[in-house]
T-cell receptor, first 112, second 112 residues
Framework: GQSLEQPSEVTAVEGAIVQINCTYQ??????LSWYQQHDGGAPTFLSY????GLEETGRFSSFLSRSDSYGYLLLQELQMKDSASYFC?????????????FGTGTRLTVIP | SQTIHQWPATLVQPVGSPLSLECTVE??????LYWYRQAAGRGLQLLFY??????ISSEVPQNLSASRPQDRQFILSSKKLLLSDSGFYLC???????????FGPGTRLTVL
C-alpha cells in the first residue's frame, strides 16, 4: 500500500515561521503536492515538487528529498489567515499519473 | 478562466434514499475529473476519476457510482444512501499532465 504521515496539529505565533513535515511511502514516486483548506472550504493548491530541493512562492516554500521520502511546507511571517488545514499529497505510479493520494492533514492554528 | 460548480451546497437525506450530486466545469476542454469524500476532520479520499466521457475508474468499492455524460459534467449517484455516506463531497478537475487539481465548493451531505 501507500501511506503519508504528517502531524495532526501545529500551533504557532503570528509573525513566526512554521514547518509542516510529511513523510511518504509509495512506489513509483512522481511528486509531492501541498494543499490548503480553510474550515468549510475547498482545498486550494499551494505547491508541487517533483525534484529535490526547495521551491519558494512568496511566504510559502516547499521542500522535497526523494531519497528520504520526505518533504515539508514552510510558512513564513505567519498571519492569522494562515490558520487552516494543510494536506500533503503524493502522485505516483501507484496512485496513477493523474491522481493524488492525500494525507490526513495538519491543522495549523496561528495565535496572536 | 476556468470555473467549477457543484450543487447542491448542502443536503440532508434519509437512509435508503437516492442521491445525485452534480459537478460542471467551464472554460476548459477534456479535463480529468475527480470525486472525493472528506469525513469530518479527515483527509480526502478519492472515490472516482475520469479521463474522458464515459470513462470512470473507481478507487473504493462502495454503494456509490459516477457517470460522465458530457465532457465537463460529472455526476455522483447512489441508489440507497447509508449513514456512513455522510461527509463533504468534493469535485475537482485537472488538465491532462497538469500538476494542480482545482476543487469545487463541495456538497455537505448528512444522511439521517
Amino acid at each position: 500500500g501507500q501511506s503519508l504521515e504528517q502531524p495532526s496539529e501545529v500551533t504557532a505565533v503570528e509573525g513566526a515561521i512554521v514547518q509542516i513535515n510529511c513523510t511518504y511511502q509509495t512506489s513509483g514516486f512522481y511528486g509531492l503536492s501541498w494543499y490548503q483548506q480553510h474550515d468549510g472550504g475547498a482545498p486550494t493548491f499551494l505547491s508541487y515538487n517533483a525534484l529535490d530541493g526547495l521551491e519558494e512562492t512568496g511566504r510559502f516554500s516547499s521542500f522535497l528529498s526523494r531519497s528520504d521520502s520526505y518533504g515539508y511546507l514552510l510558512l513564513q511571517e505567519l498571519q492569522m489567515k494562515d490558520s487552516a488545514s494543510y494536506f500533503c499529497a503524493v502522485r505516483s505510479h501507484q496512485t496513477g499519473a493523474n491522481n493524488l493520494f492525500f494525507g490526513t492533514g495538519t491543522r495549523l492554528t496561528v495565535i496572536p | 478562466s476556468q470555473t467549477i460548480h457543484q450543487w447542491p451546497a448542502t443536503l440532508v437525506q434519509p437512509v435508503g434514499s437516492p442521491l445525485s450530486l452534480e459537478c460542471t466545469v467551464e472554460g476548459t476542454s477534456n479535463p480529468n475529473l475527480y470525486w472525493y469524500r472528506q469525513a469530518a476532520g479527515r483527509g480526502l479520499q478519492l472515490l472516482f476519476y475520469s479521463v474522458g466521457i464515459g470513462q470512470i475508474s473507481s478507487e473504493v468499492p462502495q454503494n456509490l457510482s459516477a457517470s460522465r455524460p458530457q465532457d465537463r459534467q460529472f455526476i455522483l449517484s447512489s441508489k440507497k444512501l447509508l449513514l456512513s455516506d455522510s461527509g463533504f463531497y468534493l469535485c475537482a478537475w485537472s488538465a491532462t499532465g497538469g500538476d494542480e487539481q482545482f476543487f469545487g465548493p463541495g456538497t455537505r451531505l448528512t444522511v439521517l
